[in-house]
């Protein structure tokens, strides 16, 4: 039974930072497609990036794309979301995804299969 976990989560300044990170059990992450996404309230749910299985291919939405950084870490069974200079628009929940093995990186979230519960994000002063 596969199962993501989201961690990092919190309450953090305008033009703080904040790492994300999405643990997995019963599945290998490096294998998988994983994707980071976000639901504010009122919102649809939004794709913020994806990193490919293999050669980690990356994919991250124009609207973040120089503040946040995804990555793997093989060794750890852990993907990350690096998030700086937050704003309070980035206050959302954000949710790990997985999608099945030679999925393409995508940033739509009906390409994936297994979620994570979410971690809330809260950018305030």
């Known amino acids: 039974q596969v199962q993501l976990v989201e961690s990092g989560g919190g309450l953090v300044r305008p033009g703080g930072s904040l790492r994300l990170s999405c643990s997995a059990s019963?599945?290998?992450?490096?294998?998988?497609?994983i994707g980071w996404f976000r639901q504010a309230p009122g919102k649809e749910r939004e794709g913020v990036s994806c990193?490919?299985?293999?050669?980690?291919?990356?994919l991250t939405t124009h609207s973040v794309k120089d503040r946040f950084t995804i990555s793997r870490d093989s060794a750890e069974n852990l993907v990350y979301l690096q998030m700086n200079t937050l704003k309070p628009e980035d206050t959302a929940v954000y949710y790990c995804?997985?999608?099945?093995?030679?999925?393409?990186?995508?940033?739509?979230?009906?390409?994936?299969?297994?979620w994570g519960p979410g971690t809330q994000v809260t950018v305030s002063s």
């Open positions: 995804a997985a999608s099945p093995p030679n999925s393409l990186c995508l940033l739509y979230d009906i390409h994936y299969n297994d």
């Open positions: 019963g599945l290998s992450l490096e294998n998988y497609v």
């Open positions: 990193i490919a299985s293999g050669d980690g291919f990356t």
